[in-house]
């Protein structure tokens, strides 16, 4: 190691003077640093880029998920001197995905368990049910399902693994719990759930008879109706330590059961008015999901038909979302704009430029309001945009930049048009002009209602959409310039542009095709790739 920053230090939690001029092996253990040599010896070899994807143990012995990206550097003679390497903390991402699939499996499970509780014939089965589905969830070995009886007070167990049973040799071993000892009695008096991975040496544990099956972790919660304890779910010796999550989603099957066993004991008519309550709670959650999913959609909506472009950036500087406006502003694919920064998708001269960067000034709490600024598209033609940007903060709490970017090169041109007017000698030119410019937009609307008329009863909602847009950008046109004629001063800025021809005759085809096809007029488009 030749050199490291401060967040580098920060991260792993080892001093400058400690990494400088160790080797791999010297810092990271054996299970990782023959990981990093290989990388490493592999990206000196044939030089270039490496990006992928590990585990870094920190000082403090906590592993973090990071994306490790690296690059070669070279002497004057250019042979490979070195690399130089930039890890990405992605350690809240992977905790998320994996928090998020752990939910849903436990949103499956608790749906098919409630869906197999209502047929459930017997008491009995909805014990077995209860059991499998927790087991599962937790991927443990052991386990037990009791409920309350009401007029005893005793804990009965309503099922048992059999491995538990077979397994285990107490003499006179029966289904009911008159005591509550041990961690199990320590969940009924408490009302709380309890795990242990070491139940041995836990405090509250009253030790294990002699021929009980060995416990080597433990894991119970009490199936609670309202502040009353109606049962309980106990399970042992899972394949890994038991975690919060497994507490709960266990407490998620405990609070199922629950209801299970108010339904075994309430009458029909009861049962009767909790289940309508509870599909009332269903109804209405449902409907606020599909009020939230409709919400969703229309400012999804709203954010697509903007006819200015709109990105969303983060305080790094990476684009988290666009809409189509910005596509087509940036005359890049929606592939290409995956995964590049704000100033690569659409660069200007004021990226990076202290206060003069959008995203810079409105970190800093300044935002931009209508700031003209000179963006390069994809195909190297420079666009006048106005910008509007401004921040929120997100769920997580971190900084959002929302920017809006309005072409206005089209209306510059036509304002150097109607600046023009009072400066020009031949007036006769600049009238041509303006009717140039007025023909071009009206004849365009004539020619596309003509076909949309024509066509009207077969085109689908979006062709007309097309059209329709067409049309409003030609009259956005003609508006803008008979705004701008009111000066009627300044003088005449030429701009000239690079025109895609295959995007003109394309659009320009599709517009007379028809009429050509009613002559018997063939129409034959050929263009030179180059």
Not at 218 to 232: K, T, Y
Request: charged share 25%.
């Amino acid at each position: 190691y030749l050199g490291v920053n401060p967040a580098f230090e920060q991260f792993t939690g080892t001093s400058k003077d400690d990494l400088l001029g160790k080797r791999v092996e010297e810092l990271w253990p054996s299970e990782l640093h023959q990981r990093y040599q290989s990388a490493d010896d592999a990206l000196l070899h044939r030089g270039g880029q490496q990006q992928y994807e590990s585990p870094v143990k920190r000082a403090d012995g906590q592993l973090r998920q990071v994306v490790f990206n690296k690059a070669t550097f070279e002497t004057d003679d250019r042979d490979i001197a070195g690399l130089i390497g930039v890890m990405l903390d992605i350690t809240h991402i992977r905790q998320t995905e994996e928090a998020l699939a752990r939910q849903l499996s436990v949103s499956r499970a608790l749906n098919e368990l409630s869906r197999a509780m209502l047929q459930a014939p017997s008491f009995e089965e909805i014990g077995t049910l209860v059991l499998d589905t927790a087991k599962r969830l937790t991927n443990s070995e052991l386990g037990f399902v009791g409920y309350i009886d009401r007029a005893s007070g005793q804990l009965v167990s309503l099922q048992l693994s059999e491995d538990v049973w077979s397994k285990c040799h107490v003499p006179g071993k029966v289904p009911v719990f008159e005591k509550g000892s041990g961690l199990f009695g320590w969940v009924l008096t408490h009302k709380q759930a309890l795990y242990t991975n070491q139940p041995s040496q836990d405090e509250r544990s009253g030790g294990l008879p002699e021929g009980h099956v060995a416990i080597e972790r433990f894991l119970s919660v009490p199936a609670l109706f309202g502040n009353r304890i109606v049962g309980q779910i106990a399970l042992a010796n899972a394949a890994t330590d038991y975690q919060e999550a497994d507490v709960s989603a266990l407490e998620q099957v405990a609070t199922i059961y629950a209801l299970a066993i108010e339904r075994h004991y309430n009458t029909q008519g009861e049962l009767h008015k909790a289940y309508e309550d509870l599909k009332a709670e269903v109804s209405i959650r449902q409907e606020a999901v599909h009020a939230a999913r409709q919400a969703y959609d229309e400012l999804m909506s709203i954010f697509q038909t903007i006819s200015s472009g709109v990105r969303v950036i983060d305080e790094n500087f990476n684009v988290t979302n666009f809409n189509d406006a910005y596509v087509r502003l940036t005359k890049r694919s929606i592939d290409d704009l995956k995964g590049q920064k704000c100033h690569e998708q659409l660069p200007g001269a004021h990226c990076f430029h202290g206060e003069a960067c959008t995203v810079m000034s409105v970190l800093n709490g300044r935002p931009v309001e209508d700031l003209e600024v000179i963006k390069t598209d994809a195909e190297g033609n420079q666009i006048a945009c106005l910008v509007n940007a401004s921040m929120y903060v997100n769920r997580l709490g971190q900084p959002v930049i929302v920017e809006v970017l309005r072409d206005v090169s089209e209306q510059k041109r036509l304002e150097s048009i109607a600046q023009a007017v009072n400066t020009m000698n031949n007036v006769g030119y600049v009238f041509s002009g303006i009717r140039h410019e007025l023909g071009n937009p009206i004849n365009a609307i004539k020619t596309t209602m003509a076909v949309m008329l024509r066509k009207l009863d077969k085109l689908a909602t979006s062709d007309v959409e097309q059209y329709m847009r067409r049309m409003q950008s030609d009259i956005d046109r003609v508006e803008y310039l008979l705004k701008s004629l009111r000066s009627f001063s300044m003088f005449e800025s030429l701009s000239l542009q690079p025109l895609s021809l295959e995007t003109f005759f394309a659009d320009f085809v599709s517009l007379i095709q028809d009429d050509c096809a009613k002559q018997d007029i063939r129409l034959e488009l050929q263009l030179d790739p180059q």
